[in-house]
């Protein structure tokens, strides 16, 4: 192989890499996501320096992403299935009740 064959290779693959801001916009995600999962993404460092810059081969680091998230439930009913997450508030403090939902209060009936 000849140095001009091996560096248009080069070039051809260089030219298949997208940068992270190209990258997170394909993802939907931020730059600052991709630069802190780079080494899960398949980052390319280019360069020797302590800050190289970082190319990604789209496809790889796609179906990297794509691998990497939750299974999200099929169905209506495998949804129902998945325990919820309860949000805690932060606080001890007992908040007050809404207007209306005391548990021995009849319901209102406002005059139409």
């Known amino acids: 192989m ?3 064959t091996s560096h248009d ?3 051809a693959r260089e030219a298949t890499l997208v940068s992270a801001s190209e990258l997170a916009l394909r ?14 993404l398949g980052a390319i460092s280019l360069g020797n320096g302590p800050r190289p810059r970082l190319r990604f081969d789209p496809e790889q680091a796609i179906a990297c992403y794509v691998s990497r998230r939750s299974p999200q439930p099929k169905t209506a009913q495998e949804a129902a299935l998945r325990p919820r997450r309860r949000r ?7 908040l007050l009740p809404i207007r209306g939902r005391f548990q021995n209060e009849k319901p209102r009936r406002d005059a139409a």
């Open 2 to 4: 000849t140095r001009d």
């Open 9 to 11: 290779l080069a070039h």
């Open 27 to 40: 993802l939907g995600v931020t730059r600052s996501f991709v630069y802190e999962h780079s080494a899960e």
């Open 88 to 94: 805690l508030s932060g606080t001890k403090v007992e």
